[in-house]
């Protein structure tokens, strides 16, 4: 039987593995991590975390070939290939600091595979951020390797939070980066092997290492891209009266540029789309290509204006102050149908609302009190590491509570604020939220959610990221 371990049991990991069970029966497979408490909601009901169609998955294979553990190193050595899934920050200090990426714990697993292997291994890196990463990994292990024989693979994972199961079992593509050696052929084949159990051979890529990594890092590049250009589509909509989702729609058509990934939002987040185009800006940089560098650094600042300019037409709108104002912040994870807060915008709203002395009530289907108040107290790239190792925030925020419905959330307060596209809030009760608010009451949408004239109708005064602007908002203009 082959086994398989992997080292992480995150976003990735967890998902990935129970699909990889599921569709692969004779195989067994181990996910380990360091973290115990998140072993331990792997293995009870109430997994660490929410992705939609997750729990039938682990359902229907733990205990059968999908196992969870802290025994890092038994599993391990027992293991015929390996994953790597493990966090990887941005570096905060020394070279390359708020850029380039933090390999700490990917050192450290390569080093422990090195120390317990005793029999010939596939190391598959499967973590957020490739940067060179199998090159660096390839060459611990084969300088520690004891007569061991090691394959690098590298095998990008592209599913989105969210959807991840649906994008596990039919993805769009797989691809699998290897030496082309007689060995690393053999070792991209075993990978193959056990994806060929669902997924059509035309479907799985093969490439060289280094392409299958620059593929992940371009593929999220392009995708943010997508979501800068649209965005800053939407300033020029909001500033001429234009509306952004008339424009997606019909720039959409064009079937070279197709429809999906055109909304514009209060700005992407996530765990990967900054955090890679930092790491290609970094790699741009190192190989002498400022342009190339400047070119993708822009991606990256025109989300930061998203988000800011969001904030200043908050303000401006409500009379240049929210000082002791109470926000109703509708939604706080990074998209909908997931719990994970990784980058999302709505950390950079709420801190730009608290920089302004109001006073928020945060309401998300999914997202813990606790690890709200983490987010609004942490460091800008603390986030990424284990979680065992992030700093606590025993006092929280004072000026921010935590609302269990948006009905809570919204009362007596003098705005909304939409920073996720949760379903929900497409079919609140919004002539009851408006009668529990004070007036005048403001709704800023920044993810195009609600129905703009039948809220004006009601009597908001209503800002919707890209639309024709609200007479109000006109006479009070926002500036970035
Ligand atoms: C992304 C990539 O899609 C995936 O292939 C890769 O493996 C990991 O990174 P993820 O970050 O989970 O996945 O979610 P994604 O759906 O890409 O959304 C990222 C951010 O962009 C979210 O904040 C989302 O709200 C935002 N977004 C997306 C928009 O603002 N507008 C859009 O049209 C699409
Ligand atoms: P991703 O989105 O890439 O899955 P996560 O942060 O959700 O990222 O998951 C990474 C996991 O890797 C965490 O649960 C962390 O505890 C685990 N981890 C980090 N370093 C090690 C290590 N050396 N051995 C085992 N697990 C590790």
New binding site residues.
Partial sequence: MVKICC????????PTMAVIALNCPSIEVVV????VT?ISAWNSDQLP?YEPGLNEVVKQCKGRNLFFSTD?EKHVSEADIIFV????PTKTRGLGAGKAADLT?WE??AR?IADVSKSNKIVVEK??VPVKTAEAIERILTHNSKGIKYQILSNPEFLAEGTAIQDLFKPDRVLIGGRETPDGLKAIQALKDVYAHWVPEDRIITTNLWSAELSKLAANAFLAQRISSVNAMSALCEATGADVSQVSHAVGKDSRIGPKFLNASVGFGG?CFQKDILNLVYICECNGLAEVANYWKQVIKVNDYQKNRFVNRVVSSMFNTVSGKKIGIMGFAFKKDTGDTRETPAIDVCKGLLGDKARLSIYDPQVTADQIQRDLTMNKFDW?H???LQPMSPTGVKQVSIAWDAYEASKDAHALCILTEWDEFKTLDYRRIFDNMQKPAFVFDGRNVVNVEMLRDIGFIVYSIGKPLDPWLKNMPAVA
């Fill in positions: 080292i992480g049991a995150g976003y990735v990991g967890g380990v991590d360091i973290s998140r975390i890092v899934s493990v966090n990887t714990y450290s697993a422990m973590s957020t765990s990424d284990p979680i065992h």
